[in-house]
């Protein structure tokens, strides 16, 4: 690696956290219907207003000891986590993708990934904001790769069209509009050849702890029965059915975090 891109990649991963500091933000006011621009940071505990040099992001936790400097209150060590890992992924990014205007595409677009999953994890809710950024990163890559426009749009469709007919099988049990939204959003961005690896990733890791819940509950086997009479009855009525409800409620499949660990997994492959 010679000085230059060294240096250069010292500015992304301090761009990176500078963006993941940001992200804190989002993570904690989006679920609370709080606004991330017009609101000035402040301590989630006291309230103060932080100065200047309260805020930069990954050093200030580090120097504060991770508190506030106001009121003592212990910080939560998501801050310095979500910030040193957005600025490692930017890192990633470029040195995968090469310094080009797409690699900076792609750091926006596992940015959102990042806020989506935290939140989808603690809320089970996907920011309808958020989807619209990731869309709206999509269009925006679908013009500058638009020799390639036709694979973006396919992308799109492919998804949205799978994922509504598994929400009709499974009567929204396990998956929901929000979900839809953003695995066409995050499909229509990244095009269809890499959104589907990213979809294949994503899907194993959720069927593969789907199956871990079951066999921690003894349920597996009542499952596969049941999956093996379902499948059975769409062969005798030669028609697709709707998949027949549950006894005990299904716990929904945080399908945000498992995107985001599905892009990573699609990256490292």
Do not use: H
């Given at each position: 690696m010679t000085l230059p891109t060294f240096i250069i990649y010292i500015f992304v991963f301090l761009y990176g956290i500078v963006i993941g500091s940001f992200l804190n933000v989002c993570i904690y006011r989006i679920p609370k219907k709080e606004s991330i621009v017009t609101v000035g940071s402040h301590c989630m505990k006291c309230g103060h207003q932080l100065k200047w040099y309260d805020l930069f992001p990954l050093f200030s936790f580090l120097f504060l000891k991770g508190k506030c400097r106001y009121c003592g209150t212990k910080l939560s060590v998501q801050?310095?986590?979500?910030?040193?890992?957005?600025?490692?992924?930017?890192?990633?990014?470029?040195?995968?993708?090469?310094i080009n205007v797409e690699s900076v595409l792609y750091c926006f677009f596992v940015s959102a990934l990042l806020v989506i999953s935290v939140i989808d994890f603690r809320t089970m809710e996907i920011p309808v904001g958020i989807n619209a950024f990731i869309l709206c990163l999509g269009v925006i890559h679908t013009i500058y790769d638009y020799e390639n426009w036709v694979h973006y749009v396919i992308g799109f469709f492919a998804a949205s069209?799978?994922?509504?007919?598994?929400?009709?099988?499974?009567?929204?049990?396990?998956?929901?509009?929000?979900?839809?939204?953003?695995?066409?959003?995050?499909?229509?961005?990244?095009?269809?050849?890499?959104?589907?690896?990213?979809?294949?990733?994503?899907?194993?890791?959720?069927?593969?702890?789907?199956?871990?819940?079951?066999?921690?509950?003894?349920?597996?086997?009542?499952?596969?029965?049941?999956?093996?009479?379902?499948?059975?009855?769409?062969?005798?009525?030669?028609?697709?059915?709707?998949?027949?409800?549950?006894?005990?409620?299904?716990?929904?499949?945080?399908?945000?975090?498992?995107?985001?660990?599905?892009?990573?997994?699609?990256?490292?492959?």
């Open positions: 801050y310095p986590v979500i910030e040193f890992t957005n600025g490692l992924l930017y890192i990633i990014l470029f040195a995968v993708n090469g069209l799978f994922l509504l007919l598994c929400l009709i099988i499974t009567r929204g049990k396990g998956i929901g509009g929000g979900d839809i939204k953003l695995m066409a959003a995050a499909v229509g961005c990244l095009g269809f050849s890499k959104g589907l690896l990213v979809l294949f990733w994503g899907f194993l890791g959720a069927a593969a702890w789907g199956i871990l819940l079951l066999i921690f509950r003894r349920e597996l086997g009542k499952r596969l029965l049941s999956l093996f009479s379902y499948i059975v009855s769409c062969i005798r009525e030669r028609r697709l059915l709707i998949f027949p409800g549950q006894s005990k409620e299904t716990e929904p499949l945080r399908l945000g975090v498992f995107l985001f660990l599905g892009y990573l997994a699609s990256g490292l492959m």
